[in-house]
């Protein structure tokens, strides 16, 4: 009597979706990032990348959403659930603050030239997402990716670090100021908001770069 040896396969693979949506997400983030750059070479076109922006997010929440589902429906998953969750999370923030800076410049008609300081948060948010955009595709293959994967992480360490000096001297600067007319107290007010914003923007990149750490800890 012969046997037919069938091909072993996986009662449980791991959805690989996860890294291909997360993917998209960041690609999202990518093109944000390019238009807060045209931002500053181009402020005329304020409105149209400002639409621009609302759509992007809201095509990224959609891929968050989609990642929920997988998220519901699978069983075995390439990350912890819980990671997965805050991965999803934290690149949300990222695209909803990038969105709300542009659009409270527009809505509270700050005029071009805009100060310096926002060109300083948009080059740090920039090369945030940049690291962030490259760590995403390395991160499925942690084991051959590892150590760039972990100097990433260090770079969003210190991008975050030069965001607080920025933002520091940034509020310093606008608080610091004496002797103002109510309309100047009101672009204060206005900017302080758009500083902040910036800045949360920045501090969500390095939550991202925890992500990656602590994954890269939990798969050593």
Do not use: W
Not at 52 to 69: F, Q, S, T
Not at 210 to 220: A, D, G, T, V
């Amino acid at each position: 009597m012969t046997f037919e040896i069938l091909p072993m396969f996986n009662l449980f693979p791991k959805d690989e979706i996860f890294y291909e949506l997360f993917e998209k997400q960041t690609e999202k983030l990518n093109e944000a990032a390019a238009l807060l750059r045209k931002l500053l070479i181009e402020p005329n076109k304020l409105s149209e990348i400002s639409v621009r922006l609302k759509e992007l997010e809201i095509e990224a929440d959609n891929v968050g959403h989609e990642v929920m589902d997988h998220l519901r429906k699978n069983f075995i998953t390439p990350m912890e659930g819980e990671d997965i969750d805050l991965l999803r999370q934290n690149l949300d923030d990222i695209m909803d603050f990038i969105e709300r800076s542009v659009n409270r410049i527009g809505l509270y008609r700050i005029q071009a030239p805009f100060p310096k300081e926002i060109g300083e948060y948009i080059t740090v948010i920039s090369g945030a997402v940049a690291e962030i955009n490259e760590g995403m595709k390395e991160i499925k293959n942690i084991k051959k990716f590892g150590s760039v994967l972990q100097k990433r992480c260090e770079r969003l360490n210190e991008l975050e670090n030069v965001g607080d000096d920025i933002n520091r001297k940034a509020l310093g600067g606008l608080m610091g100021m004496q002797n103002i007319s109510c309309e100047k107290l009101m672009e204060v007010i206005k900017l302080k908001e758009i500083y902040e914003t910036l800045e949360n923007a920045i501090d969500c990149c390095e939550n991202v770069g925890n992500m990656f750490e602590s994954i890269l800890i939990k798969n050593q």
